[in-house]
Structures are given as C-alpha cells and as structure tokens.
C-alpha cells in the first residue's frame, strides 16, 4: 500500500491562488502509478478533481476546475501538485491525493471505489 502525504492547504481569499503538493513515503516511487485529487466539502460526497498519469503525459480534469487549476508531476522528486488559479468560496473542501496503478489510461477513473490510496488530506479554504 502507498502511503501519500500531502501539503499546501490553507486559507485563502477568493480570486487567489495555491499549490497543493503529493509525495509517496519510505521509497515508494510515485511514477509507477497514475495520481489523482478529490475533494469533499462539508455535507458533499467525495468528488473528483484532477488526475495525471505515470509519464505525465496525460491529464483529466473535472469540469468544475477546468481551465482553473493544472495537475502536474516531478518523478524525479517523487512529487505531484496541483496548482489552484481564481480559487473561489465553492472549492472550500479537504483535499485528497489518490493513486492507484491502473485507474488513469486512455479515460480515467472518477469514482473514490476505484483509487487505491489515499492520503489523510489537507484543508483548503477559500473566503469571499
């Protein structure tokens, strides 16, 4: 199992920007597998958000975010991010870094069942 470790959430004012980061622990190497974000906001189910898969040469993102925020990976530094442009009160949810060895191919998968490993979360916040 992949334990992922994210970083970046806070509190931030609507319009703004953020980057959310993803690493594997131990020597776990995160370009064996396809990695992804979901979000829940309070009250919601989990949605998806964005996906990247092993090369990076491929990339999914939800409707809600696209155009707004960009997925990205560094397998050199075992690192994926997700940076976050025009934040608005409605991305307001903990977000969660996923992955999974064969949940993003030619189409990706988008319900939380079909992901693998999931990191504890971090909170992101945005204020109007």
């Known amino acids: 199992q992949v334990q992922l470790i994210e970083s970046g959430g806070g509190l931030v004012q609507a319009g703004d920007s953020l980057q959310l980061s993803c690493t594997a622990s131990g020597r776990t190497l995160l370009s064996s597998f396809g990695v992804g974000w979901f979000r829940q906001a309070p009250g919601k189910d989990r949605e998806f958000v964005a996906a990247?898969?092993?090369?990076?040469?491929?990339?999914f993102y939800a409707d809600s975010v696209k155009g707004r925020f960009t997925i990205s990976r560094d397998n050199g530094k075992n690192m994926v991010y997700l940076q976050m442009e025009s934040l608005k009160t409605e991305d307001t949810a903990i977000y969660y870094c996923v992955s999974d060895p064969s949940a993003v191919g030619v189409v990706v998968a988008t319900t939380d069942r079909e992901w693998q490993d999931w990191g504890q979360g971090t909170q992101v916040t945005v204020s109007s």
């Open positions: 990247i898969s092993w090369s990076g040469g491929r990339t």
